[in-house]
């Protein structure tokens, strides 16, 4: 197996230092935000005390300065994922480049958009929003392995515009057949977009490769800073957008009487942008580039049986997470007779971050996984199995006090 030098990679991350509640931070919380290098931290600071100035619109040196930085950026996010620079959209977050799409893909009454029943509600809610225009939203349904069922795969994507997917669940850890999916699609004539927002911080994505439309991620899930999110539209698959958001920058020409827009990516990018952001995603994809994508997931799988094995012997803990034959870094579970939020609070006092309640994906976890909320334990390549043996330790005291 490829090693990472975690330890080495610990000293990197500031905050790994603190103390909640009088115990050394254990953040398994990975899956709502990473944390961020010092590599990151100390690059947004320089951004401030070296760079700052709008971009594109003025020739100062400064100005010219910081449009080298945003370009630079765009080029660094296009090279991790194989893409073209042109075709790297910079957004707030996975969730506005999923309403980019929504929004500016001409769906009318009578399309159908194909999802799943595994989506977060970023993937779900701005699709099901176009109900309201008469555009049909179908549903994948996911099986009792935490699969999608993909049985009625084919008869559901006939006629369909758009089919979209989340590539890894952030509830259950299953990591979808993307390629596959996005092969289907393409063979019945629909659009795909995958939902990375959980699988490009942890794993090799090759757009090339999978083949999608479109796809869209978050850089706070992935080292970088907030504010900061990237959706990827193929050349071809761009121009099947109008216009999103309308202003500054994304113009060619304006006369009164007539508008000229610029091309893809600056067409979708209207207004001042998240330069810092931006500089800040592509240092985070330098210090992931550097350990190397494949290692980085290596580490994560081995590190995620790892916990799965030790949890094995727990009592009163339910496990809602890990059944699927191809899944990572995701460790969702109740202890039986207490609410998640409650066990999350007991973990915290421990000095254990993990999140709990719907994991913004209701529909999976009431109607699927039936259960008013659960906790998730999420891990990143900073974790270490000595947190892991804390982890289920505390976890194990907890299940044993209140658990039934
Ligand atoms: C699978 C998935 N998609 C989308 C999102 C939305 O990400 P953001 O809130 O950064 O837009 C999340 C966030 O947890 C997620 O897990």
Redesign the pocket.
Known sequence: MVMINVEEIRKDFPILNREINNNRLIYFDN??TSQKPKQVIDGIKYFYENINANPIRSIHTLAAESTQAYNDAREKVARFINAEPEEIIFT?????S?NLVSFALPLKQGDTVLTTYM??H??LLPWLRLKDRGVKVDLVNVDENDELDMSRYDELTKDVRLVTV?H???VTGTINDVDKIVRRAHENGSLALI?A??SIPHMKFDVKKTGADFV?F?G??MLGPFGI?VLYARKDAEKSLSPFLTGGEMIKDVKLSRIVYENAPALFEAGTQNIEGAYGLGLAVDYLSKIGMENIETYEKDLTQYLYNKAKGLKNVEVYSGKSRNFMGIFSFNVKGLHSHDTAYLLDKKGIAVRSGF??AQPLIEDKLKQPGAARASLYLYNTREEVDKFIDELGSIAEKYGR
Not at 92 to 96: F, I, K, L, M, S
């Open positions: 899956a709502a707030r977050n996975a969730t506005e999923i989506e977060h970023s993937n989340t890894v669940s952030n939902d927002a959980q869209a978050s706070h899930k999110g994991h913004c």
